[in-house]
């Protein structure tokens, strides 16, 4: 058995070797671990490392390849379970001190998925306090860091998975995404992310007040694996009344089948919010890639309202539910940015409350309506490139609502499917995304465009900064 071949491998590339007998499990599985107690004292990106159950798992697989009976295209494939989804046996502790050591009874519908394609766990990544921003960092894990410059921060929600998978730490990472939590910490780091259409993977348990803006995925480094990831996580689950209808589609067929002729629209001040101008060039650029590839690209203007008005209730009313479950003595362990909000949102009323649901609805009926129109959306990620790890999010500084996830947000109110690509570098040599929006339930559509976008862009891993600075470590 031959050593790792490069620690940037994808999924798809992985499991090749696996079958040509050309690579084990297990020595894939060793060189990541490896590589993980390497870098996690620079990135902090892992709330635990489960050696021993990795090595486990890894040696189950090996078995499995060499009798030609894998489980999945993934099976042996290394990963990481986000610290706000349960992994049975390990705890799950949202970044907060408001949360114990007891560990999961059972695995989340999620987990359970990649568990049985076999793929190995070797730990959890870490994210903020209950998920709360679009940063990383919290009271209880700390600061987590960007691989391309460690002074800036991965992106949040999951952006101890966007770490990890930028630092060449497994093909891709689990995440989740209630507001940008996938596509902000994939911009932030030049990755691959996709938040499907609502449902297209269960939620269960669907424990959170944000249950129902809330898609599952991963963090990957290629729209080959996106693809292999989703085939493995879709489906139907009984425990979700919400999940979609099963779905025969193999989302890894008709990738490659182009964008001619698909009307596009670009809207650089998406819901009226105005992205720095090395963004927008950068975004500008991109959009012409879909117009060399034979798509009909329109700018269509902000196309929706500013946010703050219609969802704010949504928002912060949802963290004081979060908040009036704390004990009173635990307040001061908290984010104090998660607390002031969560404490502002205990104003909110009832009828705030169902205002905003109105509001969410004809959000969802507006963009589906438009989408009759056009094929896809463009918009920017974020606003910024990666802010500094000391950012306060929420700050006068840095709104929410212009500066954090004001791009992302929509998509999750109406549950349509969107994805970051990589859009190229500001001057400072850091990623900026390029957001693909799709129409409901499309997932299948934005993929396609992903992986057109991706063939046209000639962006690759590994990434020559992010090498320049981990080899400094």
């Not at 169902?354 to 959306?377: N, P, T, V």
């Amino acid at each position: 058995m031959s050593d790792l071949p490069s620690a940037w491998i994808s999924a798809a590339e992985l499991t090749t070797l696996y079958a040509r007998g050309t690579l084990s499990p297990v020595d894939a599985v060793e060189a990541m671990l490896l590589r993980a107690s390497k870098l996690q004292p620079h990135l902090n990106a892992f709330v635990l490392i489960d050696p021993d159950g990795a090595r486990a798992a890894a040696k189950a697989s090996e078995a499995r390849w060499e009798a030609a009976a894998p489980l999945s295209p993934l099976d042996g494939v290394p990963t990481t379970i986000k610290d706000t989804t349960a992994v049975k046996g390990w705890p799950t502790r949202y970044g907060s001190h408001a949360t114990d050591e007891t560990p999961a009874g059972e695995d989340a519908a999620v987990t359970e998925r990649l568990r049985a394609a076999g793929m190995v766990f070797l730990g959890k990544s870490t994210t903020p306090e209950f998920g709360w921003k679009a940063l990383t960092d919290s009271p209880l894990q700390g600061t987590t860091r960007n691989p391309w410059n460690l002074a800036h921060s991965p992106g949040g929600s999951s952006g101890g998975a966007s770490a990890l998978t930028a630092a060449g730490i497994n093909p891709f990472n689990h995440g989740n995404d209630g507001g940008g939590s996938i596509r902000i910490p994939a911009a932030h780091t030049g990755l691959v992310g996709l938040k499907p259409s609502y449902g297209r993977i269960p939620q269960y348990p669907a424990d959170s007040p944000f249950a129902d803006v809330i898609s599952q995925g991963v963090l990957a480094r290629t729209v080959g694996d996106t693809a292999m990831a989703l085939n493995a996580m879709a489906g139907p689950d009984p425990r979700d009344w919400r999940s979609l209808p099963a779905d025969p589609r193999d989302h890894t067929i008709g990738l490659d089948d182009g964008v001619r002729g698909w009307r596009i629209g670009l809207s650089l001040d998406f819901g009226h919010v105005r992205a720095d101008a090395e963004v927008r060039a950068l975004l500008a650029a991109a959009a012409k890639r879909f117009e060399e590839l034979g798509a009909h690209v329109d700018e269509v203007g902000p196309l929706i309202e500013p946010l703050q008005n219609s969802f704010e209730a949504l928002w912060i009313g949802s963290f004081a539910t979060r908040f009036r479950q704390i004990p009173t003595q635990l307040h001061d362990k908290l984010d104090p940015g998660f607390r002031a909000a969560a404490e502002k949102g205990l104003s909110i009323t009832l009828a705030d409350y169902a205002k905003a649901y109105e509001a969410k609805s004809k959000l969802a009926r507006d963009l589906a309506l438009w989408h009759g129109k056009f094929d896809l959306l463009l918009a920017p990620v974020a606003p910024t490139a990666a802010p500094p790890v000391e950012t306060l999010y929420n700050s006068e500084a840095f709104p929410r609502w212009t500066k954090g996830a004001p791009y992302t947000l929509p998509c999750n109110l109406t549950g349509q499917p969107a994805a970051s690509m990589p859009a190229g570098l500001t001057l400072a040599g850091l990623p900026v995304g390029l957001q693909i929006i799709g129409p409901p339930r499309a997932d299948h559509l934005v993929l396609r465009a992903m992986r057109a976008y991706e063939s046209a862009s000639g962006w690759t891993w590994p990434q020559a900064k992010v090498v320049e600075t981990l080899a400094r470590l």
